[in-house]
């Protein structure tokens, strides 16, 4: 499916939209071996994928989406080249709209450094850390595929634990070596 353009103040109104069930903030929990994996999707599109701590309780799809969702999650866990094929709406500024595309380029296997995808849009690598942290779609939009110059980088606005494990996951999973563009260790 393919992805929609949506800016900031679109984005906080469609948000106010679609919402869970009462009471609850997400349409699924899937557990991973690496976080248990919070979705929200509307009818039509997923509209954010949020990495829960392992040991929160899942939670059976409460619509088609999201089901479809966690389906291909498992797909994926199953086959690291496994491709998402879900709706979904790049949620915003331009700026990070444009990071995110470039990081959906970056193939199962590869990664890119910051710098390098600053690079692709002739920018600076702390604003493509920001917009990495800044996004909602997480194995869609795969920012654990952006690494530091020296080392793993950061994942999920932190520099170490858990987030930073996570990505180690991610990328082993994915079968990212060292040689890929930079070491997989945290300096």
Known sequence: MFPRDLDDGAARSASRRERAAPGELFDAKVATPFAVLGIRASSELVTRIEYLPRGVATLAPTNKLAAEVCRQIEKYLDDAQ??????????????????????????????????????????????????????????????????????????????????????????????????????????
């Not at 779609?137 to 999920?156: D, Q």
Request: aromatic share 8%.
């Open 82 to 187: 496994f491709e998402f094929d879900l709706p979904f709406e790049y949620r915003g500024t331009a700026f990070q709209q444009r990071v995110w595309r470039a990081i959906q380029a970056i193939p199962r296997g590869k990664t890119l450094t910051y710098l390098e995808v600053a690079g692709l849009l002739q920018s600076a690598p702390r604003p493509v850390g920001g917009a990495c942290g800044a996004n909602r779609l997480p194995l869609i939009i795969p920012c654990h595929r952006v690494v530091a110059s020296g080392g793993i980088g950061g994942f999920m606005h932190a520099r170490g634990g858990e987030p930073i494990q996570i990505k180690q996951w991610l990328l082993r999973h994915e079968r990212v070596t060292a040689t890929s563009s930079a070491p997989l260790s945290h300096r």
